[in-house]
């Protein structure tokens, strides 16, 4: 199988790489390399026959139309974006125009060259749109609560990032009823795992846990998330671009709902016990004001997939997050680089000159 990849060079795009290169298909990451982009992340598979790289902008028409036709895909995994809350809240600008414009212009080129195949080809060709479950806002309840995110659940997006992602979501399900094109769409819970970048919850706490620095957390840390292993997401979108039905939506989620606080405890405990310190590292913890229009509570009901396509996730968040935190104590060459480009003033995540 012929596969382009958007976003390869981010975290959950480079854990879609590395899978799908191990699985023997033929696949072309196309990446701008914002900030967030980083070709460390697939040193494992870069001397691969079977993997190339080109950069590239999925705003660019012409670039995307290029590469497209040039490539002869059989897929398209759709996953680049501007993936960071934060940031969406100071500068929603690129977030639109990414998101939004670049999943447009990026459509197009698909159906330029989709609309060029023979009728085989028309058939077996498959896009798939990767997004969030962040786009259907908050849900009340308690920690483990059988109100879940569904495949039917109405959207409703809170943030700049969630509204651009919301917005790419019926760009693609238009696109499918309006031109008939083969697209499927997966909507996942907060992934973790290796090769994320630092200014994230999980390898922001670890890194500067590990520093003696201060771990910020929102709020009282009470906020609700439905983690998920990278490698068990990259499985999921392999499946769903391969399998799923044409025109569907698919939630991804691994059913380990955590309180914010309680995932920064869990990592200084295994910090503490793998590299001991004097001080618990739990007192670190600094609770600071909370992210304007912070969801609650986000986690998924993964049935449909389960049922139809028989993926399960096999990572529990214990063992993800212990596994995780020795990947960065063991792959300093790769996060040391990134140090200075997310310190800032606001809770030490957002990026110098970004
Ligand atoms: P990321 O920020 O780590 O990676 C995004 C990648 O896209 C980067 O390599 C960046 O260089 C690239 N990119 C950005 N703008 C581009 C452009 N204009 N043209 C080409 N490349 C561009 O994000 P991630 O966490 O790997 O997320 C990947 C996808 O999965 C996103 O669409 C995101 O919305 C979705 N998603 C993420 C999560 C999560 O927990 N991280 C959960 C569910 C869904």
Redesign the pocket.
């Known amino acids: 199988m012929k596969i382009i990849v ?8 480079s854990a879609l790489v590395r899978h799908l290169v191990g699985e023997g298909h033929v696949v072309q990451s ?5 900030y ?3 070709l460390a992340s697939v040193k494992l598979v870069e001397n691969k026959s079977n993997y190339s790289f080109l950069q ?4 660019d028409a012409a670039a995307m139309k290029q590469a497209v036709s040039t490539f002869q895909p059989d897929r398209i995994m759709h ?6 809350v934060d940031r969406s809240i100071t500068g929603a600008a690129d977030f639109i125009s ?1 998101n939004v414009v ?1 999943t447009f212009t990026l459509l197009e080129a698909a159906r330029a060259y989709w609309s060029g195949l023979d009728s085989h080809g028309k058939d077996s060709f498959r896009f798939l749109h ?4 962040e786009v259907y806002g908050s849900l009340g309840g308690e920690l483990g609560s059988d109100e879940l995110f569904r495949e039917d659940t109405p959207y409703d997006p809170s943030s700049p990032y969630s509204a651009s ?1 919301a917005a790419s979501d019926h760009l693609a399900k238009a696109w499918h009823r309006t031109y008939g094109m083969p697209i499927v769409v997966s ?5 973790y795992g290796p090769y994320h ?1 630092p200014e ?1 919850l999980i390898p922001l706490t670890i890194l500067n846990a590990l520093a003696g620095r201060e771990l910020p957390v929102y709020g009282k840390g009470e906020n609700i998330r439905d983690w998920l292993y990278v490698e068990d997401h990259a499985r999921a979108l392999d499946l769903i671009a391969a399998k799923g039905r044409l025109g569907e939506t698919y939630n991804v989620g691994g059913r380990n709902e955590r309180r914010n606080i309680d995932v920064v405890r869990r990592i200084c405990t295994v910090l503490d016990e793998l590299v001991p310190v004097e001080q618990p590292r739990e007192e670190l913890i600094r609770f600071v004001t909370d992210r304007p229009g912070h969801d609650a509570r986000y986690a998924i009901d993964a049935t449909k997939l389960e049922n139809e396509l028989g993926w399960r996730a096999l990572e529990n968040f214990d063992t993800g997050i212990e596994k995780t935190v020795k990947w960065y104590l063991e792959n300093d060459w790769w996060w040391r680089p990134l140090q200075g480009t997310y310190d800032g003033e606001r809770l030490g995540l957002v990026a110098v000159g970004a």
């Open positions: 958007t976003g390869g060079a981010g975290f959950i795009g196309i990446d701008l390399l914002t967030a982009g980083n590239a902008d999925i705003r996953l680049a974006a501007e993936s960071h990414t670049g990767v997004s969030t479950d992602k909507n996942c819970s907060n992934n970048f994230k």
